[in-house]
């Protein structure tokens, strides 16, 4: 029988790159963006701009500083409705460091995302609804999962430490806006009724008592508000705790004021905890929040790149779904490519914004962020796709596909959860209640609305 010879031609290929709907790799340049081209920095020395001493010096705290700030190329009518919001509207006072204005387009500062969403204007807001009707200053009720004061226990094993009620910038979307802060207008903030002091001794024991809990957020307000000495002597306290097995440390200061963690103090303190965390196994990350592309820069990359340097186990993205700033597909992406290619910063989640006065212009839909999860799944690494997730008063962070049930034309989805929060020990129908939580009313057909319309009449 004759031998054959095997055809090792291969066979010409049947794949090729095709047309998506997003393009990679990125085409935008990753550069500082020159300060000096706003008239209130043009003579700003690079050594002045990397100082965090003065980034906070020059914050920008008022209209009239603003104003200075960007001179002729802030509109008239862009100051006025920044000054009316502010007068009927705001739920924070105006603070913003140099460095994230430095991010925002001067051009064209009404369509810009960044502008959009830390400098409301009046005219931002929707007209009949700035408000949900159901929306809560504490629309997360944290307070009132107080173990102490100041440490939120809503998880079986995650606890939340608010060690402070400022930040280094105030964004009108914050969901502690019933605490951090200034007054404003409309909103008397609440105050911690205990000494600094005393609260974290307080905590510290509870922690001590409550082995159960493996995992604290430190955060505020904002840790980058608070003096390194302070912030380490209470987190390797936290890691003297033996139940205490993760540790994630809370700023948008990293994006906000980059600079504080340039500086050599904080440089210092911040490796003997990541000293420490080795020695004693505990994973030491931190978590940040950038909503837009345009506020990762090379002085974020390095500030990142310091901390990984260190030690850290990841530099994490926690962002917010905006409407205006981050809602279509194209821009997430860009963000997370931005995140993961520059910044070194892993995309972690992106939460719907929470139902706080004053937030309608900004929320979604819940369909619209699970068309946005679906939207962006495939083009980034699987452990780098972030997760659309809703935080559900009572319930707590859900994936956006885990609605027990949608009523569309009320804007109403029903969640159900697995475990008691802190207030809910003796509640027999605390896991099998659904709880619920609303879409902007803008958002449902005009027979929801009118329901909606009707629901505040009465």
Not at 368 to 374: F, R, S
């Amino acid at each position: 029988m004759a031998r054959t010879t095997p055809d090792t031609t291969l066979a010409p290929p049947q794949v090729r790159a095709g047309e998506q709907p997003f393009h990679y790799p990125l085409k935008r340049e990753f550069v500082e963006p020159d300060w000096r081209r706003l008239p209130g920095f043009r003579e700003v020395s690079r050594q002045d701009w990397e100082s965090a001493l003065w980034q906070r010096k020059n914050t920008v705290k008022n209209l009239r500083e603003l104003c200075e700030v960007f001179g002729s190329l802030i509109p008239e009518s862009l100051v006025a409705g920044i000054e009316r919001d502010q007068k009927e509207r705001a739920t924070m006072s105006l603070l913003i460091p140099p460095q994230m204005l430095n991010t925002m387009d001067e051009n064209d500062l009404w369509n810009d995302p960044v502008r959009y969403y830390m400098l409301p204007a009046f005219e931002d807001r929707d007209p009949d609804w700035p408000s949900h009707p159901k929306a809560q200053r504490d629309s997360l009720h944290e307070a009132d999962m107080w173990a102490v004061e100041g440490l939120t226990h809503r998880y079986p094993t995650k606890v939340l430490a608010e060690m402070l009620s400022t930040c280094p910038q105030y964004c009108g979307h914050c969901t502690r806006m019933d605490l951090v802060g200034n007054d404003v207008p409309q909103v008397e903030k609440h105050r911690f009724a205990v000494p600094q002091k005393d609260r974290y001794a307080r905590i510290l024991d509870y922690l001590r008592r409550t082995p159960q809990v493996r995992d604290v957020v430190v955060s505020g307000g904002d840790i980058a508000n608070l003096p390194i000495s302070v912030l380490e002597t209470f987190v390797s306290a936290l890691m003297d705790i033996p139940n205490i097995r993760d540790i994630r440390l809370a700023t948008k200061g990293l994006m906000g004021i980059p600079q504080h963690f340039l500086q050599d103090d904080v440089v210092r303190g911040l490796e003997r905890l990541a000293v420490k965390a080795r020695e004693r196994g505990v994973d030491l990350a931190v978590h940040t929040h950038v909503n837009h592309a345009n506020q990762v820069t090379p002085l974020v990359a390095r500030a990142v790149q310091k901390l990984l340097d260190l030690g850290y186990r990841d530099v994490r993205n926690q962002g917010v779904l905006l409407r205006g700033v981050n809602n279509r597909a194209e821009t997430l992406l860009e963000l997370c490519f931005t995140l993961l290619d520059h910044g070194k910063i892993m995309p972690y989640y992106f939460y719907q914004c929470d139902m706080i006065p004053g937030a309608e212009h900004w929320r979604l839909a819940v369909h619209e962020a699970q068309q946005l999860q679906h939207d962006i799944m495939g083009y980034l690494p699987g452990f780098a796709t972030p997760r659309m997730v809703c935080d559900v008063p009572f319930v707590g962070k859900r994936w956006v596909n885990q609605i027990a049930d949608y009523d569309r034309e009320k804007g109403i989805t029903y969640w159900t959860k697995n475990y008691r929060t802190g207030i809910e020990a003796d509640d027999p129908q605390a896991l099998t209640r659904r709880y619920e939580y609303y879409d902007p009313v803008y958002t449902l057909p005009e027979s929801g609305q009118a329901w909606w319309r009707a629901q505040t009449r009465v």
